[in-house]
């Protein structure tokens, strides 16, 4: 189709021929007004997202469209049984094994049509279609008004509704008709009372707020004149007319006793206000229903010249505006009003587009199958309706089923199958081959570039000058997407391409993802970046308002039917342009509060929620380029009317002289730089729109620049000092905080980075490779395994100099594998290749002091001295042979080297394939031999083995490759899921998360680009996103699974912008092999079988099917993450709902009323107590709250941050002066002593069978522990080989003649306490 040409209607079937030629839209318009009862109206209220006015069949008349196709039903079934089966049939029968990977895919899909269909003239509506009949006679009998001026009007309208109770007023829109206007208000009762929209048609659906059942009352054309349609006069005539309906049916008994009558707007609209009749609770057959009645009203064709309401012409006059007297400019040099004339013109062509669709409908039986599809699937992805904390978010009311409906019928009927806008759609697809090509449709088409037209008449420069995105109507005269914003259809198309990877997916189908997910709704976590903004309205509804701005802009605002769409049109495309590299999308959802329920009596305060998906690698730029100014004039100016002086014209490395805005210096954090975004978006509120930020966001050079230099035109919301002025919130600048330490704050987090940490690594990766002529084995690589190395660790590794005596309170030694190259001369004795390869790693530490004299060695065992675990004792891996005497740790020897350039300590420890072959060996040597119980101690050394030099490697290449070069964001998410996991005393030890478990965990949010919602290019995204699948995921239902291959591409393309093309296949993503993917489904039923799962936290990958890696979680931890994330959750939202931070803290702290003992340790012993939060993270709007801290170990000297970088410069080659603190034992270079992680390891081996112990690993000194109850609260009958300390216990009755002991608790605790002397300051038992 070329581009806003013709569209010729497909030519029809040989089967179609016979059936009677469709009316034209002309023969259409001629017959609307015959009694047949079907009409559609094309717009959405804001009381369902689903809300669907638009399709009608014939009801009241008693007349059922779908009744001839159902009696041919009939008749098929009732032939001789040999007859042979239909095409439809045969496609039926195939369409499973065509369509779907499995049968249940296709079941689902009935299911979910049968189960939210609602259909007329149906046991379940019989209640509902008595109310409508109801409802037409009383609109019918109504009496007539005669003719009264404006005045008399609204005092008859008064006065009725007092008598009848309910005072109301007419719902003008604005401006309100001026006293003395010549215009007469009058009413007569309707002729034609017909429903409309997806309820006759049997396309309704129920959604989360019910369904829609519309009423069209078309107005008589005695009440209109030819030119009412200028200058407001219909819609002051409909608003008449609307309040009288309202004052009739709440007048009426029967209806009042069935019915709250109340006023609404349609789309949002002040101009077209509507009678809204929702059922009161508990009346019968109406009450569980959650239907919403609407009456619509209408004119005929005739009523008034439609012929006239061009979108490039103008209807309202600049002089009824602002009131004055002057004589008009030529109607050709006024300002086009394309919205206010779509407005009269929806209300005109009801009956014709409902007429429209039902012809579509007899060609294709199963186009209101797939309509009903596709109103559940953009009821899924709209916020109307939906709440974030008090409040209701309003949504897109024009984007909605009816627009998407009509766009099927457009692909069925007028699309050629040559077109590059979209495939041809046949009359005998199914409804979810139907469904599936609107989606591959929207998915890559751009209205604006491509706009659309049924016929071949309309003038398409007209529409496609006076709107953005065109898809004109078979009439050739109303654009269906009016009043739709550019970053709604944006955000449809985002929608459209990730649904359309999910049900194309190469492995299985992802029925929830596309129908039932409710993620797609979640404003908090459906954004990179979410910003809660509160404005004053209270300009835009003062009755002076008009007078104080020019009348263009006034005549502008007045387009979109209401203030509030006005304002969110305003921010969004303004935010739009001047943002536009840095995202991908800019979201404003206005909220659904009485500003829209109650017309134009809005409140004065309102509240938008800005969302914004952000492009990963522009918003972290620090450097935004502008244009030439010499080459660029026109763009130039734009964008120092964006910036003002934070446009600095600059000439760069390459020659060219840009305009430019820098945001920070190259050394900035990550944690800076994930927030320049919202420092822009900050910043160009204030500027332009005089809106105060949070201190998190704006920035004091920020405010100071903006402060200065403020255009004219940035008095939309008040002064900037005025306290009623708009304010803004970010929360993603906020909970970033939370990632910090005491040691590492904001400030100093510039000098201290993973890339130097990996650098590091690099460099002593080389030097050691340079010692293979000193080594009898040449060095192969090395393979690094920390996380700090990955970007993973909670804060980027601590460099420490020799001049500051290379000590801290705790220093954390960065783990290396060196694997050396294969040899056959291993010993076969496992003891001898211990000690071959202790001797192995003094020989290149020898080796490496040789050619670093200044560099330190020492030789450390993992489980011995003074060495911790692998810092976090990640998931028991430690405790795995602790009660096995005859286990040799001397495997575990391992060197710590200083590397002096980077002030960073290695931990190397030696790869022995041979090792792991021995262990295996001698492990199926114990079993025939007899001996399970050495069997089970060497299978837990093989694991072990296999675990720290097999899997961690692979596990840390495939998480440093996901942080490097695809998601710079998932170091982030990483962090703060880590942090919050060890806030909650979750995290390592024996019970908790292993850390490489959460890195996965995190992961999995970036790599399942399917899962309906975009990869999150912010660390509060991922954040967030984690807590919802630790709240929600069924792991006992469902297959987790972290694909690391799924690279999934929409085209080929960089920018990834689809080809406009729809080739089958197209959206066949590359991600985990069929195969691979059936052995991770295969595993997990194999689990499930053996009962292994009991909604257990399991983590599985391609190369780990079976999730033993990192172990699997007990159901007992997973319900307290469950627990806990959801609770989190409810505080995040809170906080956006209000626009506070008040309840942030909560998310970081845990309760410990839940606990059963308390062990408080003294503070001066904790080595990584300067891992904890700082006292700033507390720091809320109204509240500093350090909880549990002291001042002595928060309160530092710090160096004046602007001297920082004229200390680097004088002292080149330095290391960063970071903070450092003396080890509390008064032991220099103690490399990984943690005593608090040791006393815990103790505790577990000695009392591991009865009681669970959980701590803050990043420096907590308070370990809370739960009792084992099948130990400590039943007596059991002594013996003398029972293995913990009892006391007798007479109270207990027993049958056996052996006296019964119980748990005795106090004597453990003081056990505990003996254990811990030095380190326990107090043990309290809060539940025994």
Not at 711 to 720: D, R, T
Request: include cysteine; proline fraction near 5%; charge should be negative.
């Amino acid at each position: 189709m070329a581009t806003g040409g013709s569209m010729t209607k497909r030519k029809p079937r040989a089967a179609e021929a016979a059936k009677p030629k469709p009316k034209s839209v002309a023969q259409v318009g001629a017959d609307e007004a015959s009694d047949i009862d079907m009409a559609s109206d094309s717009d959405d209220s804001q009381i369902d997202d689903n809300d669907d006015e638009e399709m009608a069949e014939p009801m009241l008349a008693g007349e059922n469209a779908s009744s001839e196709n159902t009696t041919k039903t009939d008749e098929h079934k009732k032939g001789h049984p040999g007859a042979k089966p239909t095409n439809a049939e045969i496609m039926a029968l195939n369409e499973t094994s065509l369509l779907f990977k499995s049968n249940l895919f296709k079941l689902q899909v009935d299911e979910l049509l049968s189960e939210t269909s609602v259909a007329a003239n149906t046991k379940p509506t019989r209640g509902l279609d008595a109310a409508l009949k109801q409802i037409r006679d009383v609109l019918t009998s109504l009496g007539d008004v005669k003719e009264m001026s404006t005045d008399s009007a609204s005092n008859y309208v008064r006065k009725q509704s007092k008598a009848s109770g309910k005072l109301a007023m007419i719902p003008f829109p604005d401006p309100a008709p001026a006293v003395g206007m010549p215009i007469s208000f009058a009413f007569m009762a309707p002729k034609i009372v017909n429903i409309v929209g997806s309820y006759p048609l049997g396309m309704a659906a129920q959604s989360h707020s019910g369904f829609n059942v519309d009423v069209v009352v078309q107005m008589p054309a005695e009440l209109f004149q030819e030119r009412d349609y200028l200058n407001f006069r219909y819609f002051y005539k409909r608003a008449f007319y609307v309040a009288v309906l309202l004052i009739g049916l709440q007048q009426h008994s029967a209806i009042s006793e069935l019915f709250d009558v109340e006023f609404s707007c349609l789309r949002s609209d002040t101009r077209l206000p509507i009678v809204v009749l929702r059922p009161k609770s508990g009346v019968k057959h109406l009450g569980k229903l959650g239907c919403t009645v609407r009456i619509l009203p209408s004119i005929a064709h005739d009523t008034l010249p439609l012929r006239r309401l061009s979108p490039e012409r103008n209807y309202v006059r600049p002089s009824y505006i602002s009131n004055a007297k002057e004589a008009e400019s030529d109607e050709a040099n006024l300002p086009a009003t394309p919205q206010y004339s779509a407005a009269i013109l929806s209300d005109a062509l009801l009956l014709t587009h409902m007429k429209y669709l039902f012809e579509t409908t007899e060609m294709c039986p199963e186009f209101p199958r797939a309509a009903t599809l596709l109103r559940i699937w953009i009821g899924q992805r709209t916020a109307a309706g939906r709440k974030l904390g008090s409040h209701k978010l309003a949504g897109s009311q024009r984007l909605n089923g009816f627009v998407l409906t009509m766009l099927l019928a457009w692909l069925l009927r007028c699309a050629h199958s040559g077109s590059s806008s979209g495939p041809k759609l046949s009359g005998t697809m199914s409804a979810y081959q139907l469904f599936k090509g609107v989606i591959e449709f929207l998915a890559v088409h751009d209205f604006e570039e491509a706009p659309i037209q049924f016929g071949a008449e309309a003038n398409m420069d007209a529409f496609g000058d006076n709107f953005g995105a065109v898809f004109v109507d078979p009439t050739d005269s109303l654009n269906l997407l009016s009043g739709v914003q550019e970053w709604e259809l944006a955000e449809l198309r985002m929608e459209a391409r990730l649904t359309a990877l999910d049900i194309n997916h190469h492995v299985e189908d992802r029925f929830t993802r596309v129908f039932l997910s409710a993620a797609l709704t979640d404003v908090s976590a459906k954004y990179d970046h979410v910003f809660r903004l509160e404005v004053d309205l209270s300009k835009f509804l003062s009755p002076k308002h008009g007078a104080e701005l020019k009348p263009a802009r006034r005549l502008a605002e007045l387009e979109f039917g209401h203030p509030v769409a006005a304002v969110q049109n305003r921010i969004a495309s303004f935010l739009s342009s001047a943002l536009e590299k840095h995202t991908r999308l800019v979201a404003v959802h206005p909220c659904a509060d009485a500003c829209f329920e109650d017309g134009v009596k809005a409140m004065r305060r309102h509240v938008f929620f800005i969302g914004i998906v952000a492009d990963a690698a522009e918003a972290r730029r620090l450097v935004d380029l502008g244009p030439n100014p010499d080459a660029q004039p026109l763009e130039a100016s734009r964008f120092r009317a964006y910036w003002g002086e934070r446009a600095e014209l600059r000439r760069f490395r390459d020659g060219a002289i840009r305009l430019a805005t820098v945001w920070g210096a190259g050394e900035m954090s990550m944690e800076k730089r994930a927030g320049i975004l919202p420092r822009m978006v900050a910043y160009l509120l204030r500027r332009h729109f005089s809106v105060r930020a949070v201190p998190e966001v704006m920035q004091s050079d920020d405010l100071y620049v903006v402060d200065n230099a403020r255009p004219n035109n940035a008095k939309a919301f008040g002064l900037v000092t005025d306290p009623l002025a708009g304010s803004l919130f970010c929360m993603s600048t906020r909970i970033a905080a939370f990632t910090q330490t005491i040691d590492i704050s904001a400030d100093s987090a510039d000098q201290i980075s993973f890339e130097a940490a990996v650098s590091a690594f690099d460099e002593f990766q080389s030097e050691i490779k340079k010692l293979e002529d000193q080594m009898p084995l040449r060095v192969h690589t090395l393979h690094a395994v920390s996380p700090g190395l990955r970007y993973a660790s909670l804060v980027p590794p601590k460099p420490l100099s020799m001049d500051q005596g290379g000590d801290d309170s705790f220093i954390e030694p960065l783990h290396v594998v060196v694997e050396f190259a294969s040899s056959n001369k291993w010993p076969d004795d496992i003891t001898a290749l211990h000690k071959i390869k202790t001797a192995f790693l003094l020989r290149l530490g020898e080796s490496y002091t040789a050619l670093h004299p200044e560099s330190r060695v020492e030789l450390v065992n993992r489980f011995h001295g003074r060495g911790a675990a692998d810092g976090l004792l990640t998931g028991g891996s430690s405790l795995t042979l602790g009660a096995h005497e005859n286990m040799d740790y001397e495997g575990d020897n391992c060197i710590d080297i200083k590397h002096v350039a980077s002030g960073l300590t290695f931990r190397l420890s030696m790869l022995c394939n041979r090792e792991g072959e021995l262990l295996a060996k001698k492990a199926a040597d114990m079993k025939l031999a007899g001996l399970p119980a050495h069997a089970e101690a060497i299978e837990m050394a093989h694991r072990r083995w296999t675990r720290n030099h097999v899997w961690r490697p692979r596990h840390h290449r495939q998480i440093l490759d996901l942080c490097q070069r695809h998601h710079p964001a998932v170091s982030m998410t990483i962090r703060l899921l880590k942090r919050w996991l060890s806030r909650h005393m979750l995290l390592g030890q024996a019970v908790g998360v292993p850390e490489e478990l959460a890195e996965l965990l995190a992961s999995h949010v970036f790599t399942d680009v399917s899962g309906g919602l975009s990869e999150p290019a912010t660390g509060y995204a991922g954040f967030v996103r984690c807590l919802r699948l630790l709240a929600e995921w069924k792991w006992s239902e469902d297959v987790f699974a972290v694909d690391f291959s799924a690279d999934s591409r929409e085209a080929s393309d960089e920018d990834g912008v689809v080809a406009n093309t729809l080739a089958q296949g197209i959206w066949i993503s590359s991600g985990m092999p069929v195969s691979a993917a059936e052995m991770l489904q295969k595993a997990f039923a194999d689990a499930k079988e053996h009962s292994k799962l009991k909604d257990s936290l399991r983590v599985a990958t391609e190369h780990d099917p079976e999730a033993t890696w990192w172990g699997t979680l007990s159901p007992v931890l997973t319900r307290r993450l469950r627990t806990l994330a959801k609770a989190s959750l409810e505080c995040i939202v809170s906080c956006l709902d209000t626009g506070s931070d008040l309840q942030l803290p909560q998310v970081f702290t845990t309760p410990l009323n839940d606990y059963d003992f308390i062990i408080k340790l003294h503070r001066d012993v904790v080595c990584r107590k300067y891992e904890q939060l700082p006292k700033s993270a507390f720091t809320t709007d109204c509240v500093v709250e350090a909880e549990d801290s002291d001042d002595d170990m928060l309160e530092q000297p710090e160096i004046f941050k602007n001297l920082l970088p004229t200390m680097r410069q004088s002292m080149p080659g330095k290391l960063p002066q970071s903070k450092r603190h003396a080890n509390p034992f008064h032991h220099p270079g103690m490399v990984g002593f943690d005593p608090v992680a040791l006393y815990v390891r103790d505790l577990v081996n000695v009392y591991g069978d009865s009681m669970l112990l959980f701590n803050d690993v990043y420096g907590g000194h308070i370990i809370a522990g739960l009792w084992n109850p099948a130990v400590t609260s039943k007596p059991v009958p002594f013996t003398a080989n029972i293995l913990a300390n009892v006391l007798p216990a007479p109270e207990a009755k027993t049958a056996s003649s052996r006296p019964m002991v119980k748990y005795n608790i106090e004597a453990v605790v003081e056990e505990m306490t003996r254990l811990g002397e030095g380190i326990v300051d107090s043990i309290s038992v809060q539940r025994s």
